[in-house]
């Protein structure tokens, strides 16, 4: 677990002590904080074994000594580090007051080491978190709504960059609108999603089109919820953006090959069939000879019979569907006999040829043609 004192915003310890400066800054008096840190007891300062110049950090002395001399300065500040008893090197904030009676000089160190050493521990860590970030191959944003429905970009990292096609120096501009960036079509369901999520606090899972600084669009899928509102009351998200073109590209053409497929299907000449392995008599495309073989239109076969052929098969399609899989499985085809309950109550024998196509995404499918025997 981690240490509570390192989540302290600050770490500051308090030392005092008095210096005579006709002395060559001879420490006369000191608190409890400053002789544990340098190590020497009270006694020996009282019999003037410590000076200022002993603590203070050899390449800061001739600096710091300067600025205590010089006269008509009441007060002085300056930073600076000391050195302690087992020669660690503190930086402190010093404030000396020089006394306008007497050649004394009170300083007062605020030890700001662990405050200093921290700063630069959240700074490496910021760094390295950023660099993290900037890395990742989604599109990391933070964004904010404003009352006029605008969504300015409050940080973007490398790929959300890259997503959008700007540089990191253009979305740091004041105003930089992700909102300009929507494709028209497409605005009224992400400012809906957006309204949605300000109302109810669920999150953003949507996709929608976004116009690059080459007028290019490209499809991204958007995650987003609200994190905070900020000093205005506008609601900030925390969003990752994935740019999905390829995706919807291949999406668009497996649409498009699909449909290929059924209008092909649907026009060989012959009752052809195509199923899964899974369910062989349940049927994935059907071609129009075969329903014109069953006397049933498109829409009756696929509602009223589920498109299962085995519904339509006398005795039952249990058996026969057994028989496929298991002559499939040994040679990739089979050929077998059964009877069809077609529409009117007419029985007609076929014989079932069917054999495994295996496609290029490494799914199977069955494709069969039924000839009518009797």
């Given at each position: 677990?981690?240490?509570n004192n390192d989540?302290?915003?600050?770490?500051?310890?308090?030392?005092s002590c008095?210096?005579?400066?006709?002395q060559?800054?001879?420490i006369?008096?000191?608190?409890?904080?400053?002789?544990?840190?340098?190590?020497?007891?009270?006694?020996?300062?009282?019999?003037?074994?410590?000076?200022?110049?002993?603590?203070?950090?050899?390449?800061?002395?001739?600096?710091?000594?300067?600025k205590l001399?010089?006269?008509?300065?009441p007060?002085?500040?300056?930073?600076?580090?000391i050195?302690?008893?087992?020669?660690?090197?503190?930086f402190?904030?010093?404030?000396?007051?020089?006394?306008?009676?007497?050649?004394?000089?009170?300083?007062?160190?605020?030890?700001?080491?662990?405050?200093?050493?921290?700063?630069?521990?959240l700074?490496?860590?910021a760094?390295?978190?950023?660099?993290?970030?900037?890395?990742?191959?989604?599109?990391v944003?933070?964004?904010?709504?404003?009352?006029?429905?605008?969504?300015?970009?409050?940080?973007m990292n490398?790929?959300?960059c890259?997503?959008?096609?700007?540089?990191k120096?253009?979305?740091?501009?004041?105003?930089?609108?992700?909102?300009?960036?929507?494709?028209a079509?497409?605005?009224?369901?992400?400012?809906?999603?957006?309204?949605?999520?300000?109302?109810?606090?669920?999150?953003?899972?949507?996709?929608?089109?976004?116009?690059?600084?080459?007028?290019?669009?490209?499809?991204?899928?958007?995650?987003a919820?609200?994190?905070?509102?900020?000093?205005?009351?506008?609601?900030?998200?925390?969003?990752?953006?994935?740019?999905?073109?390829?995706?919807?590209?291949?999406?668009?053409?497996?649409?498009?090959?699909?449909?290929?497929?059924a209008?092909?299907i649907?026009?060989?000449?012959?009752?052809?069939?195509?199923?899964?392995?899974?369910?062989?008599?349940?049927?994935?495309?059907?071609?129009?000879?075969?329903?014109?073989?069953l006397?049933y239109?498109r829409?009756?076969?696929?509602?009223?019979?589920?498109?299962?052929?085995g519904?339509?098969?006398?005795?039952?399609?249990?058996?026969?569907?057994?028989?496929?899989?298991?002559?499939v499985r040994?040679?990739?085809?089979?050929?077998?006999?059964?009877?069809?309950?077609?529409k009117?109550?007419?029985i007609?024998?076929?014989?079932?040829?069917?054999?495994?196509?295996?496609?290029?995404?490494?799914?199977m499918?069955?494709i069969?043609?039924?000839?009518?025997?009797?």
């Amino acid at each position: 677990m981690a240490d509570n004192n390192d989540e302290r915003a600050y770490e500051v310890e308090f030392l005092s002590c008095v210096a005579d400066k006709s002395q060559d800054f001879k420490i006369v008096d000191a608190d409890s904080h400053f002789t544990a840190f340098t190590g020497v007891h009270i006694s020996k300062i009282h019999q003037g074994k410590l000076y200022l110049q002993d603590v203070i950090n050899p390449p800061d002395r001739q600096a710091v000594l300067e600025k205590l001399r010089k006269k008509d300065a009441p007060y002085i500040y300056i930073d600076f580090d000391i050195l302690g008893k087992d020669e660690n090197v503190n930086f402190v904030h010093c404030c000396a007051q020089n006394d306008e009676a007497t050649p004394l000089c009170r300083l007062v160190l605020a030890d700001v080491s662990k405050s200093r050493e921290k700063a630069a521990r959240l700074k490496q860590r910021a760094s390295e978190i950023n660099n993290l970030i900037d890395q990742v191959e989604g599109g990391v944003c933070v964004f904010r709504v404003t009352p006029e429905m605008h969504f300015e970009a409050l940080y973007m990292n490398a790929s959300c960059c890259r997503l959008f096609g700007t540089g990191k120096d253009r979305y740091s501009e004041r105003n930089y609108r992700l909102d300009e960036l929507i494709f028209a079509e497409d605005k009224t369901l992400v400012y809906q999603a957006i309204g949605r999520a300000m109302a109810t606090g669920e999150a953003i899972d949507l996709e929608y089109r976004v116009k690059t600084h080459k007028s290019k669009l490209s499809w991204c899928q958007c995650n987003a919820a609200v994190h905070h509102l900020d000093e205005n009351g506008s609601p900030v998200f925390h969003a990752v953006f994935t740019d999905v073109s390829r995706v919807k590209q291949a999406e668009e053409r497996a649409d498009r090959a699909s449909e290929k497929l059924a209008n092909l299907i649907e026009n060989l000449s012959g009752a052809v069939i195509v199923s899964c392995l899974e369910e062989p008599l349940r049927c994935e495309l059907v071609s129009g000879e075969f329903l014109s073989l069953l006397g049933y239109t498109r829409a009756q076969f696929f509602e009223r019979f589920g498109a299962d052929l085995g519904r339509l098969i006398v005795g039952g399609g249990e058996k026969i569907e057994q028989e496929i899989q298991s002559a499939v499985r040994k040679s990739g085809r089979c050929e077998l006999e059964y009877e069809l309950k077609c529409k009117g109550a007419k029985i007609l024998r076929v014989r079932d040829r069917r054999r495994l196509i295996t496609q290029k995404d490494g799914t199977m499918e069955l494709i069969a043609e039924l000839e009518i025997i009797n």
